[in-house]
């Protein structure tokens, strides 16, 4: 799930729906023969669509996907360059997390008869991208688009956040069974309504009853699911071999011959970086955060931006990053390219902002 709460307006952050979407560009899809959509679930606290986000919606667009965006906040110049790229914006109120803009999504392809695709594909902007060139160039986004077994429900990993097994959305597709299922949108009817009614904080709620319950629903229907990694939400041995070569390496990176750097400094440095990735007492295990280098080093060139703005919340995310990301991007001999999100992480990392001390 991505982190919107920071900025959710307040007579709609308990999921009192706008009753008005606009839509724009529909009609392209209606001429598109492709078998896939991808649906881009756009947050931005300032609108802002990262380079990084782009290339992988210019990506789907050159592979011929159906492409729709769904955004709670969106400049009209961004939105007319995207529907200039063949690209549906609907633009909606800013409700319901990103379930809520995936029912947005779902209920206007149904409601203009825009159903028909073989899989969907869901792209949150949660992510940064790093070095990814997209579709025809990343294979786990290809992965999504032609999933192993034909499962029904793919993601990248999985996790046992809350102890309960889910695919993690920030990332994930569902073949046409599923997301064309009348039982998939009460699911999602059912997740709003509460959202109007609960007493949790809407963040908590959207996590529990949005992402961990799909997974859920999508077995309880007999349908498959899996991730591309750590398949069953655990790592296994290959994990730990390969987090001990790379955490060699990286001290052989950071060791100073001449002594000016502090080799406490460095040995904390490592410490966290060879174990924040183990699934702790609980099984409280969010790979897609705290396994961020031996995502990586496995080829998927994203990383969770929350690792990068939540500070405050260290515990359950991963310490490292800030520090040992650059050496890990050359170890890796991995080139960041022009459009990387990488360069432009003042304009996309979320900051409060700044209250005025009181004299």
Known sequence: MSVRGHS???NLRRGELATESKIIGLDKLATSLSTVTVLFIHFHHRGLISAGYLKVISSAIEC???VVLVSTKLSDLWCEKLVSMSVAVIQRGNSGYDFGSLQA???ILMEHGLFG???YVVINSSMLNIASHGFHGDPFLDALVDPP????LVGITSSYEDRTFHIQTFFFSMSQRMFEAKTFGRFLGDYLRGLSSTKEASRTYAIKNGELKLTRFALSQGLLARSLLFHHGLPDVAAFEEMKVLS???VDILEDEDGLVCANNIKSLINDFSSEWIPKAGLQYNPSQAC???LMSRGFLFLKREVLELSETRSIHAPSVCALLMP????LTIDIPEWSDLNQLPEIIYAPPVRSSKR
């Open 117 to 119: 695709s073989k899989r």
């Open 8 to 10: 959710e307006s307040k």
């Open 248 to 250: 060699r390496k990286m």
């Open 292 to 294: 961020w280098a031996l």
């Open 105 to 107: 999504a779902r209920k």
């Open 149 to 152: 077994d034909e499962a029904d």
């Open 328 to 331: 890990l991007l050359s170890l």
């Open 64 to 66: 011929g996907y159906r």
